[in-house]
């Protein structure tokens, strides 16, 4: 029985709001789910994601990671070997038989195999990248470039975060190669993304360590936000100009502006902490709040 499914996430996604009730921002352990899971930037500096990824992280952690691939892509396990290598590496309990598994069938991966190998890895106890764990990441690495164009916006987003969350708990070191090739990953499904996962985006790649992003996808996700910044949440708009502000990027001017005016509409929905950290960001780019915004603080 697969500890997760992937094809729950969009229907489960449909039964959730626009927005989870999610605790407040603690720290660790467990970055990514409490980044899916609840808000976390006073200790890791974490964002509130979409409900949609919100609830496929919190179903593939009930009921296993091969599930999220399949419920995402559609994808059933068109022959038994197929589905029976997916199984192995949902139930993986240690990374020394993940590292076994890839080594022996790293081969006939393909893109929900490596998708589920990240969130198994996720699930296992930290060796801090040593050992087993670090040459099962070092290869899971490798399996990745050339799969992720496989992945939708859904599956790429969640994926993101995962080596993301790897990256800043110190378990891994993403490789320059790889972080090209999520960038333009990124850029090539901008169109599919929705204002969360733009977000979400800006945070995975700063936590990477990528201070200097590609020019081209900052400018594409700056039009991505713009075409849907009517219908930004309160989070997402203080995820988004806080992750430009935490990588050095100012947005224009008519994002920042829209940005401003989609916070002051939506003011009431702010946590305290969200609030703070918008501020800040605005701090950083340039912008002044506005009396509006400035009187939700109190």
Do not use: Y
């Amino acid at each position: 029985m697969l500890r997760f499914t992937i094809a729950s996430l969009r229907s489960v996604s449909k039964s959730f709001g626009s927005r989870a009730s999610i605790p407040p921002r603690s720290p660790l352990p467990g970055l990514l789910f409490h980044h899916l899971g609840c808000s976390l930037r006073s200790a890791c500096e974490l964002t509130v994601v979409s409900a949609q990824l919100l609830s496929a992280m919190r179903l593939g952690r009930r009921s296993g990671w091969a599930g999220v691939s399949r419920r995402l892509t559609g994808s059933t396990g068109e022959s038994f070997g197929r589905a029976e290598l997916m199984t192995l590496i949902d139930q993986c309990t240690d990374a020394a038989g993940l590292l076994r598994l890839v080594e022996k069938h790293g081969q006939s991966f393909d893109a929900d195999h490596v998708f589920v190998a990240w969130g198994t890895v996720r699930e296992m106890p930290s060796a801090a990248g040593r050992g087993d764990e670090g040459l099962v990441l070092q290869r899971l690495q490798v399996l990745t470039r050339g799969k992720i164009g496989e992945w939708d916006a859904q599956l790429f987003t969640i994926g993101v975060n995962l080596m993301a969350e790897l990256h800043l708990t110190k378990r891994m070191e993403v490789d320059d190669e790889l972080a090209g090739e999520l960038q333009a990953g990124a850029k090539a499904k901008l169109g599919d993304f929705k204002p969360q996962d733009v977000s979400m985006l800006m945070w995975a790649l700063e936590k990477m360590g990528i201070k200097k992003p590609d020019a081209d996808l900052v400018e594409a996700m700056q039009g991505r936000a713009m075409a849907t910044a009517g219908v930004f949440q309160a989070g997402a708009v203080s995820d988004l100009v806080w992750g430009f502000a935490k990588m050095g990027v100012t947005p224009e001017a008519g994002l920042l502006e829209a940005m401003r005016q989609r916070a002051t509409a939506k003011k009431r929905d702010f946590k305290a902490d969200e609030l703070v950290s918008l501020m800040w960001a605005f701090a950083q780019t340039g912008v002044k709040p506005g009396p509006a915004l400035i009187d939700a603080l109190r």
